[in-house]
Nanobody, 127 residues
Framework: QVQLVESGGGLVQAGGSLRLSCAAS????????MGWFRQAPGKEREIVAA????????LYADSVKGRFTISRDNAKNTVYLQMNSLKPEDTAVYYC????????????????????WGQGTQVTVSS
């Protein structure tokens, strides 16, 4: 089992920045691909960004490309999401997720590929 705990959410004005962190504990010795999803009220959960175990492969939703950056520090069992130039439409609950990866370069874009989910952290962007 892997436990994930997100932090760093909050209220920010449009154009501002936030940095989300996700600390993993438990069976972190396994090779894990990780990602961030978000869910806004009345909308389906969607992928924001994902990163491979090695950190060398990443993917981003088109809506956040150029504004958000995902990274990880395996020594600290932590993945980060740096969010810049935030927009009101970025308002959502952000979830950290992890899933076993066959290869160190594997990155997943589907929620069904992830086995572990955090409780979520609220990000609210005011206009």
């Amino acid at each position: 089992q892997v436990q994930l705990v997100e932090s760093g959410g909050g209220l920010v004005q449009a154009g501002g920045s936030l940095r989300l962190s996700c600390a993993a504990s438990g069976r972190t010795s396994s090779r894990l691909a990780m990602g961030w999803f978000r869910q806004a009220p009345g909308k389906e959960r969607e992928i924001v960004a994902a990163i491979s175990w090695s950190g060398g492969s990443t993917l981003y939703a088109d809506s956040v490309k150029g504004r958000f950056t995902i990274s990880r520090d395996n020594a600290k069992n932590t993945v980060y999401l740096q969010m810049n130039s935030l927009k009101p439409e970025d308002t959502a609950v952000y979830y950290c997720t992890a899933g076993p990866a066959a290869f160190s370069s594997t990155v997943y874009d589907s929620s069904s590929s992830y086995d572990y989910w955090g409780q979520g952290t609220q990000v609210t962007v005011s206009s």
